[in-house]
């Protein structure tokens, strides 16, 4: 059983520029979460996809968006990079969407640095 | 507004001894509490959980206490040992299934 991988690993773009980072969900699961931490500061949610669907948001501009496809990987766009944007970008996959809690698998995590 | 509070950034404990870290919450709609851990250049991993259900869980070394009044969990590691050294943060779920982390404390056992 294949788990939650990212790509790329580090990343180094500039202010204004656009990036785009891959997830691929762990096999079976059909729901991503997205989660983004600071240096020095717990992961902070940015949104999750439930079957190719954006399933609830956290407290993120929309220049932060995305993607979930038929076999359940999933992409985050971040357009206009700015400076507080960089961080360790980190994907989980679960198995349902629902009101009980269904443990999280994660990634080990994009670097992303803004310059 | 934080809702999951880790006030203490660092832990050190020597090899042998207990292990606890503290976390706190503002939110009395939580009934479930995680316990992640971290290692550099790795994603969190789960370690245990409670349900608001319970006051106490158990798993080998690991025990998790809840305390809903007071609105505190803690994690007690024991005997703590070197491998044990990594980030701990505590969580909650929404009704989503989506986590709220605190900002973690960073363990070191020493030897």
């Known amino acids: 059983e294949t788990g939650v991988t990212q790509s790329p690993t580090h990343l180094i773009k500039t202010r204004g520029q656009q990036v785009t980072l891959r997830c691929s969900s762990q096999?079976?699961?059909?729901?991503v979460s997205w989660y983004q931490q600071a240096l020095g500061q717990g992961p902070q949610f940015i949104f999750q996809y439930y079957r190719e669907e954006e399933n609830g948001r956290g407290n993120f501009p929309p220049r932060f968006s995305g993607l979930q496809f038929p076999n359940y990987s999933s992409e985050l766009n971040v357009n206009a990079l700015e400076l507080d944007d960089s961080a360790l970008y980190l994907c989980a996959s679960s198995l349902v969407a629902g009101s009980s809690y269904n443990e999280q698998f994660f990634g080990p995590g994009t670097r992303l640095t803004v310059l | 507004d934080q809702q999951v509070k880790q006030n203490s950034p660092s832990l050190s404990v020597q090899e042998g001894r207990i292990s606890i870290l503290n976390c706190d919450y503002t939110?009395?709609?939580?009934?479930?509490f995680l316990w992640y851990k971290k290692y550099p250049a790795e994603g969190p991993t789960f370690l245990i959980s409670i349900s608001s259900i319970k006051d106490k869980n158990e798993d080998g070394r690991f025990t998790v206490f809840l305390n809903k009044s007071a609105k505190h969990l803690s994690l007690h590691i024991v005997p703590s040992q070197p491998g044990d050294s990594a980030v701990y943060f505590c969580?909650?779920?929404?009704?989503?299934?989506?986590?709220?982390f605190g900002g973690g404390t960073r363990l070191m056992v020493k030897p």
């Open positions: 096999s079976g699961h059909n729901t």
């Open positions: 969580a909650a779920p929404n009704a989503g299934n989506m986590l709220t």
């Open positions: 939110n009395s709609m939580f009934d479930y």
